[in-house]
């Protein structure tokens, strides 16, 4: 594989790791952050830019995806891609673990 597919590898892993927040809290018809409020990132957007946001962010995940050719063939793609997920998941928690609580 090129480098680029290794770098959609990371960035499917990290859209999609993105999706589950936004997504969640959307559906579940409560106000979260999200680059569309106001100030972005910090103040709180409504449930449907969330459901909104959340399904982009899946969308754009699963074209990476493909795009990385990740697959259970190629082992380095999973460990890429899982790497996106959790370095996501990491930076997500340690940036919305004030914000939804205040």
Not at 29 to 46: A, Q, V
Not at 80 to 101: N, R, Y
């Amino acid at each position: 594989m090129k480098w680029y597919n290794y770098v959609a590898c990371f960035f499917a892993g990290a859209f999609i790791a993105n999706t589950v927040p936004h997504f969640i809290h959307g559906v579940s018809g409560d106000f979260f952050p999200s680059p569309f409020s106001n100030p972005p990132g910090k103040g709180l957007s409504s449930p449907m830019i969330n459901t909104l946001w959340g399904l982009l962010n899946l969308i754009i995940g699963y074209l990476l995806f493909r795009a990385g050719k990740i697959s259970s063939a190629r082992k380095w793609s999973l460990v890429v891609f899982f790497e996106g997920i959790i370095l996501m998941s990491i930076m997500l928690s340690a940036t919305f673990i004030d914000k939804v609580h205040q």
